[in-house]
């Protein structure tokens, strides 16, 4: 597959096939931009074929792949722009496919199935692996007729708690291959038991894919070891994430020396078993690291001639600490008859007037705004200048997401883009002649690392970042650290990827140089990172935070004419400024031919020496030569004085920095009718009032339960709303039941407010109640009065009109009813009008009115906020208080420590110059007394000459020795020796006799002295030659023994394999073996051990030869102690396994009288014989074991229990009726 930038691609595989072909991805290595490095290679076995995989960090136009090749040795590429990865794609031959077998995975091994013996007979095939963790396995069949009955892993049927099956047994292998997953992880645990052994301790640990890889390290003075065992956790439920509740954890700064993985299957539970020794008292070196170049000025250093000038005198360069040359200089100016020191090429700024007119002006442009998440207003210089980088950034805001994502600069002018909060940007600003900007090439910072260094184009000279940006914006991504010097810039960014260029400058004369370094605490201004005389700020050079935590950043960056500084939040840092300006020169008026001893006002000239040579003490007295003998010699010795204890520290004190709370928790938005800001303005107990402190305030979200509560509100209903019962119980709608009801808008309401509202609500509820009471009273007495005119106009006479004897008949009583009946209906509509307005009146006043439950809700989710940011805030402070009460309580402790070892060390100087001086005085007075010993002449002499002849007998001891390393000085010293002997045979028996002994001792003297006067280095090469050849030799016997194990246990195979396979051996057979299989590995891991030590000695063979660094030799001898420790704990397993199958040999063996049932009733002693040389094989192997045991140097374990057995099997064999 492809990532294709500005355009669409296609892209087509490459394949291949062959019998056992196997391909892999070969290892990956990052190229710098504009050259070619190491190629990417494959492991041992395999060849390359192409190209894997070409990754181009950077993204802009220009970045390219200008070139790649591979070759035999590798692939390698050319990038333009930009950092790029290469991986080359490998193959070999993998192991042959089989049709039946199986495949452990991550170990891609096969084995061929053992075909049955007859159609219906079960076979049972054990499988094992090593080298990897258990992951998985697979199991096929080569065709039809085949069942897998069961499957058991350490034991247990499948299914079980660890493992599961895709298929339950029995299965038809005709449906495919059957997978097993799940871990063994407690049985690869236990079999991994580390042990350091007496006097050392693990010093490092970490889980590869193959296992456990350790070091162990010797701790002198190390305290007493105590056996401890972790908590006990149940394994059934989690399974492997049971480790992370069981942590091996010394008390106080005990030491681990060994562990041991304990489990359970049956019971489900697992434990660690481990040793914790007491590190006290182990003594400490100062070892040389390198160079700190940050407190040494910037001219110091080491300078080497590199040629010669006009006057014949030689030019130094100075060098780094690789041996690369830099910018400094140490020159003799032939015209003005000086040495100087110069920064650049030459002597050209020494002379001032080609200095004027050249200086560098630097300045910090407007300040440009920047918006939450958006790119900001660029900041530009001024007509003439140039953008140098960064003159300030400021976020206005706080805490752990408030970042930099994004910085660019151009030509003349800059922004930036912060996450999470507002932030303000002024640029840095020069002029100069001949100056020129630009940015570097861009470089990909992986997460949590350091970037390679991006360097400026030739000619250019790095003053800071020109631009950067994070891959991720979340709260914890963050550029921790950035560190520029004159040649290029790197970054570490954590929890994200970054991008980033440095900002490079040229002028017709420009230098640069990095100020001092500024240490800063933490949520306070740093001290200000200054530039040596003569040069001006141009930017930052480095801001290092110390903490990697999610709220540590850095919330202010100033430079400016004076320096740099910077503001920290929740970390300390370091701030260093990037300076620039013409480069300096310093003459001296001295002009001697040799530089050696030249003075200057700010530099001293000195000699270096390899100190290779013979060092004799000077200045020491012979107390016995004094001038003015013994009195005068007792007169010049000075009692030491008792020194003055040193001024005891003065210690921080520890501050607790209180926390700040969210400023929206204030509640000053809730203002109406009273606020409620008063309420959370300090907290008051039995100590007093403590104020709060709250955030600065910022913008909140639209959806912020805040902000919904703080809008909601509404017209307070002063019509029905402020109803309600006085004192006396008499319902009330005047003024003087008021409930807050001013038939006004009203929002941010406080909590007064919020209950006025819900009163006006229950009034509005109880004015519906009366005027529905009222409508009702109203209802019943209309329908009473119609009741009762319809029975008074009942009563009505009726009216019979007929003047002509017909005529008309009139209901008089209905006419009445139906006239009273329309009054009584107008009557009904009026009370229902006048309900039902009263009704909506309420209503509508309602609705404008706030809603107690919607408003009470909003309420109280903003004080759930509030409570939640204040547990999270407290918690956050008292962490934070807690870091720093813990770092301050360190720093005194330090400091007191620091103070109590300089009064110890202070008064053990002076209670050694006291006996030194006892013991002066002592020696003067001996030697005077010695002398005025009234002695005759001969015996004066044999007391000196004694004394002088012992003397030498010691030195000729160590020049011999010396000696030895060298075939010509061993020669020479041993002919010395020889003729000595011849010489000075007999005793001294006078003076003469005594005289030219004296002599002889001091002829051999001389010649033992010249001949062992041979340096160091090659004395120690000599005898690291003479100790490396011994153990190659030794290693080389090692080995061979072994390959005569091997090849014993190889023709014990086939010895085996031979046998007729009868059933009644199936049982014999599965035992020998598990006991050769033990035994192979074994033999397998002392030969890896071998090989690792003849690695380390040839390591050191090279290392003595030159052809080798140091660290090669560490490396390869920190790998043969590791196998060493390895095989070792191997050998104990083994033997141990070894035991228990011998044991488990001889019960077989023995209960069932395996070798008369083998002779049978024709007395057939073949298989009977074959099976007993089958156990002679092993006891061969067991032997090995034993002398593995001797040469490795461990104790001898019991053999009782092996003895016994092998006891048990002969007495079964000797009980067989017709042995022969």
């Known amino acids: 597959r492809a990532w294709c930038k500005n355009s669409a691609c296609e892209v087509q595989a490459r394949c291949a096939k062959g019998p056992g ?50 070759s035999d040795e590798g692939c390698r590429a050319y990038c333009l722009h930009s950092t790029c990865l290469v991986q080359a794609m490998c193959a070999g031959e993998g192991q042959q496919q089989c049709e039946g077998g199986h495949r452990v995975f991550g170990k891609d091994e096969q084995d061929n199935a053992v075909p049955g013996r007859q159609y219906g007979e079960n076979n049972e095939y054990i499988w094992s692996y090593s080298g990897h963790a258990f992951s998985g396995l697979e199991i096929k069949a080569p065709g039809s007729g085949w069942t897998v009955c069961n499957v058991d892993i350490d034991g247990d049927d499948l299914p079980s708690l660890q493992f599961s099956l895709e298929a339950n047994t029995p299965w038809d292998m005709q449906q495919g291959v059957k997978r097993v997953l799940g871990t063994r992880f407690t049985h690869e645990l236990a079999e991994a038991g580390i042990d350091c052994g007496p006097g050392r301790a693990i010093i490092a640990l970490s889980a ?82 390198r160079v700190d170049r940050e407190s040494v000025p910037d001219l110091q250093g080491r300078y080497c001639p590199v040629g010669q000038d006009g006057s014949g005198r030689l030019k130094y360069h100075r060098v780094g600490e690789q041996g690369v040359k830099e910018h400094h200089k140490l020159l003799f100016d032939e015209d003005r008859g000086k040495w100087c020191w110069s920064e650049s090429n030459g002597l050209t ?24 998440g958006r790119d900001g207003d660029w900041s530009s210089c001024p007509s003439g200048f140039l953008a140098l980088g960064v003159g300030r950034i400021d976020i206005k805001g706080g805490g752990a997401s408030a970042n930099v994502v994004k910085l660019d600069c151009g030509i003349d002018k800059c922004r930036v883009r912060c996450h999470s909060t507002e932030c303000n940007l002024s640029t840095r600003c020069g002029k100069a002649a001949g100056l020129d900007v630009k940015n570097g090439p861009e470089v990909h910072a992986k997460s949590g690392r350091w970037s390679i260094p991006s360097q400026c184009p030739s000619g250019y000279r790095a003053i800071g970042l020109g631009s950067f940006r994070l891959g991720a914006t979340d709260d914890k991504a963050d550029m921790n650290d950035f560190d520029c010097n004159a040649d290029g810039c790197r970054v570490l960014c954590k ?98 031919v040799d530089p050696v001893g030249v003075v200057g006002s700010t530099f001293e000239v000195g000699g270096l020496t390899d100190f290779d040579g013979n060092f004799e003490g000077k200045g020491v007295p012979s107390p016995s030569g004094a001038s003015g003998g013994v009195e005068a ?76 509560a703080a809008g909601a509100g509404g017209r307070a209903d002063g019509k029905w709303g402020n109803a309600g019962f006085d004192a006396e119980g008499r319902w009330r709608t005047d003024d003087t039941m008021d409930k807050g009801g001013d038939d006004k808008d009203h929002s941010n309401l406080d ?57 008309a008949e009139y209901e008089l009583g209905d006419s009445c009813s139906d006239a009273i009946d329309i009054g009584l209906i107008v009557a009904s509509l009026a009370n229902d009008l006048v309900s039902d307005f009263t009704t909506l009146s309420i209503e509508q006043r309602g609705a404008h009115d706030c809603d107690p439950l919607q408003v009470g809700l909003a309420r109280l989710f903003c004080d759930l906020y509030c409570v939640r940011d204040a547990v999270v805030r407290g918690d956050m402070a008292i962490n934070r208080n807690l870091k720093t009460a813990t770092d301050i309580t360190n720093k005194n402790l330090k400091k007191m420590t620091e103070w109590g070892v300089d009064s110890m060390n202070a008064q053990t100087n002076w209670l050694a110059q006291k006996i030194d001086y006892i013991d002066d005085r002592l020696s003067l007075k001996i030697d005077g007394v010695t002398n005025k010993l009234d002695k005759t002449s001969g015996s004066t002499f044999l007391a000196d000459a004694s004394t002088a002849v012992e003397n030498m007998m010691l030195e000729m001891d160590t020049f011999a020795n010396a000696a030895s390393f060298e075939g010509s000085s061993r020669l020479s010293v041993h002919r010395a020796f020889s003729q000595f002997k011849r010489s000075a045979s007999d005793e001294p028996q006078n003076l003469t006799d005594a005289l030219e002994f004296f002599g002889h001792v001091a002829d051999l003297h001389a010649t033992v002295t010249t001949a062992g006067k041979v340096p160091r280095a090659r004395a120690a090469s000599a005898l690291t030659q003479v100790g490396v050849h011994q153990m190659t030799t030794n290693a080389k016997k090692q080995l061979t023994m072994l390959g005569v194990y091997r090849r014993h246990g190889q ?57 080798a660094h140091f660290d090669a030799v560490h490396e390869s001898y920190d790998a043969a102690l590791a196998t060493r420790s390895s095989t070792q704990s191997l050998l104990h397993t083994t033997w141990r396994d070894a035991s228990a199958i011998f044991g488990e040999l001889a019960a077989v063996i023995d209960d069932s009288d395996a070798f008369v049932e083998l002779m049978g009733q024709d007395c057939n002693t073949e298989l009977s014989q074959q099976t007993f040389n089958q156990v002679r094989s092993g006891v061969v192997g067991v032997k090995m074991l034993l002398r593995r045991y001797v040469a490795a140097g461990l104790a001898t374990p019991d053999t009782t229990p092996m003895v016994e057995a092998l006891q048990r099997i002969q007495t079964s064999y000797n009980r067989a009726e017709c042995r022969k």
């Open 208 to 289: 590869k894919v193959d296992g456990l890889r350790y070091k162990c390290g010797v701790v002198a003075g190390l305290g007493a070891c105590t056996p401890l065992i972790s908590e006990q956790v149940d394994i059934k439920a989690i399974g492997v994430q049971a480790l992370e509740q069981m942590p091996l954890a010394c008390p106080g700064n005990d030491l681990l020396q060994q562990f041991l993985f304990e489990h359970s299957d049956t019971g489900g539970w697992a434990r660690w078993r481990y040793t914790c020794c007491k590190a006290g008292g182990a003594p400490t070196v100062m070892a040389p690291y």
């Open 495 to 592: 929890h994200s990827d970054c991008w980033f260029t440095p900002r490079c400058a040229k002028a017709d004369a420009f230098s640069v140089v990095p100020g001092n370094v500024a240490y800063g605490v933490n949520d306070r201004w740093s001290p200000v990172s200054k530039c040596p005389a003569g040069f001006k700020v141009v930017g930052a050079a480095r801001v290092d935070l110390h903490d990697d935590a999610a709220a540590a950043n850095v919330n202010d960056l100033l430079c400016d004419n004076d320096g740099c500084k910077a503001w920290c939040e929740a970390s300390t840092c370091t701030v260093q400024a990037m300076c620039a300006g013409l480069p300096r020169c310093e003459c001296t008026d001295d002009a001697a």
């Open 1051 to 1107: 023709k014990a195979q086939q010895q085996v394999r031979s046998r007729e396979q009868r059933q009644e051996l199936v049982a014999l057979d599965k035992l020998w073996w598990q006991l050769r299989s033990k035994l192979d590995l074994y033999i397998d891991a002392a030969e890896d051990e071998m090989k690792a030590y003849t690695a380390a000695f040839n390591a050191i063979e090279q290392y003595r030869s030159c052809s």
């Open 21 to 70: 072909l196997r391909v892999i991805v070969g290892s990956a290595v990052e190229t710098a931009a504009f050259g070619w490095r190491d190629p990417a290679t494959c492991p041992p076995g395999y060849v390359v074929l192409s190209v894997s995989r070409i990754d181009l960090y950077g993204g802009d136009e220009n970045v390219d792949v200008d070139a790649y090749v591979c």
């Open 349 to 372: 700024y020494c002379d001032e007037a080609n200095r004027r007119g050249k200086e560098l002006e630097v300045k910090n442009a407007a300040t440009a705004s920047n918006a939450n």
């Open 751 to 807: 909590y007064s407010a919020i209950s006025q509202c819900s009163d006006r609500d229950i009034a509005r509820g109880f004015e519906q109640a009366r005027s529905d009471f009222r409508h009702s009273i109203l209802e019943h007495g209309i329908d009473l009065a119609d009741e009762v005119t319809d029975m008074m106009c009942n009563a009505a006479p009726t009216i019979i009109v007929a003047p002509m004897g017909a005529g």
């Open 633 to 708: 010699a007792l007169r010049a010795l000075k009692k030491p004085k008792a020194p003055k204890p040193p001024k005891q520290p003065k210690l921080a004190v520890f501050e607790p920095v209180a926390p700040e709370y969210a400023n929206e928790c204030k509640m000053e938005e809730f203002s109406y009718p009273t606020g409620d800001a008063g309420l959370w303005e300090k907290v008051t107990d039995s100590t007093g009032d403590t104020p709060l402190q709250y955030a600065p305030k910022g913008e909140l979200p639209d959806n912020h339960p805040c902000t919904i």
